[in-house]
């Protein structure tokens, strides 16, 4: 989407490896979130964060961490990958914590397989 | 704890047909129900709904939120294959608005021509 970017695409690493996630945004808006997809579960909260250094954690939150230096850029690492965190991961950005009516706007997403 | 749950989780029809895709809900604190559609990449918004019988409606798409129920339904006439797709109902959850969202698990569909 437009004024949303997740980098990489696509990655394949191996268990046990660091792996750093990005999610670069030109809105400024203040909110960023990233969500994991699995099948049957649908989307699930893993950090988000609320502003500049801001963070917290969401419902899937271990083996995750994240960090937000400045406004447009939001990283997800995992620490040592594990075959568990192999998921499509979605970032998503808001102007305020009050679901706009419009939603909020989500990246294209970053397919990670862990072997 | 506070959950969001769709039926059915998937669904094949033929084009032409009408469906309804169900989403119930237990939310604490409950401000808001949405529904995106996901094709192949990231979900795109749909409607948000907050009043209970009020029908938003978009082209063949509609929804209601029923809230003393607790449940929304999506209804799409007239299906074109191009209405294949997951289909994801959310609900914001947690205190104070922050945004965060808790999404159903979605329901598939498969429109076959």
């Known amino acids: 989407d437009a004024g949303i970017t997740q980098s990489p695409r696509h990655k394949v690493t191996e268990t046990g490896t660091p792996v750093t996630l990005r999610c670069h945004q030109t809105?400024?808006?203040?909110?960023m979130y990233w969500y994991r997809q699995d099948p049957g579960h649908g989307l699930r909260l893993i950090h988000y964060?609320?502003?500049?250094?801001?963070?917290d954690k969401g419902e899937v939150s271990d083996g995750y961490s994240v960090s937000r230096s400045k406004t447009e850029d939001f990283l997800l690492t995992l620490e040592s990958a594990t075959s568990s965190q192999t998921s499509v991961y979605f970032c998503?950005?808001?102007?305020?914590?009050?679901?706009?009516?419009?939603?909020?706007?989500f990246g294209s997403g970053t397919r990670l397989t862990v072997v | 704890e506070d959950k969001v749950v769709q039926s059915p989780l998937s669904l094949v029809v033929h084009e032409g047909d009408t469906v309804t895709l169900n989403c119930s809900y237990e939310?604490?604190?409950?401000?808001?129900l949405l529904w995106y559609k996901q094709e192949k990449k990231a979900p795109t918004f749909l409607f948000m709904l907050?009043?209970?019988?009020i029908e938003k409606k978009s082209g063949r798409l509609s929804s209601i939120l029923d809230k003393k129920e607790l449940f929304s339904i999506l209804n799409i006439t007239a299906t074109q294959t191009g209405d294949s797709a997951i289909y994801l109902c959310?609900?914001?959850?947690?205190?104070?608005?922050?945004?965060?969202?808790?999404f159903g698990q979605g329901t598939t569909l498969q429109v076959k021509p």
């Open positions: 998503a950005i808001s102007e305020t914590g009050a679901i706009p009516p419009h939603g909020y706007t």
């Open positions: 809105e400024n808006h203040r909110y």
């Open positions: 964060s609320y502003g500049v250094k801001d963070t």
């Open positions: 939310v604490t604190n409950f401000r808001s």
């Open positions: 907050t009043s209970s019988g």
């Open positions: 959310a609900a914001p959850h947690g205190s104070g608005n922050t945004g965060k969202l808790i």
